[in-house]
């Protein structure tokens, strides 16, 4: 027996993609409806008919914990920062990295893509 999921009562095998849109709709991301559908219909076209694993471990929240995973723009961005008079405090709130992150990526400056 396959287990219901309490967002959508009586569904068994509950659509992973409506659910994660849902979330983003609820907790007010920005996404219009157009873009919505548009995010559906793509992650459907490449997934579709695939079993897929959700893993328990939170990997996008650990990643940016240790600023793994973002893109090149974000440490372009902060080592640019990092060069100003901005406070670490005000480059950790603005780009949501930690100070270990900033003082590991002042190190070395990025390569810039142009």
């Known amino acids: 027996m396959m287990a219901v999921d309490p967002q959508f009562p009586g569904e068994e095998d509950a659509d992973i993609v409506i659910a994660m849109i849902r979330e983003?709709?609820?907790l007010g991301l920005g996404i219009t409806s157009e873009q919505a559908a548009a995010i559906e219909r793509r992650l459907k076209e490449r997934?579709?008919?695939?079993?897929i694993r959700v893993k328990k471990k939170l990997q996008l929240s650990e990643s940016r914990?240790?600023?793994v995973g973002l893109p090149d723009s974000v440490r372009v961005q902060v080592y640019r920062d990092g060069l100003t008079n901005m406070s670490n405090e005000e480059i950790t709130r603005k780009h949501g990295v930690s100070r270990s992150t900033i003082y590991r990526w002042m190190k070395t400056p990025p390569r810039e893509r142009g």
């Open 65 to 67: 914990i240790n600023g």
């Open 24 to 26: 983003f709709l609820d």
């Open 47 to 51: 997934y579709g008919d695939r079993r």
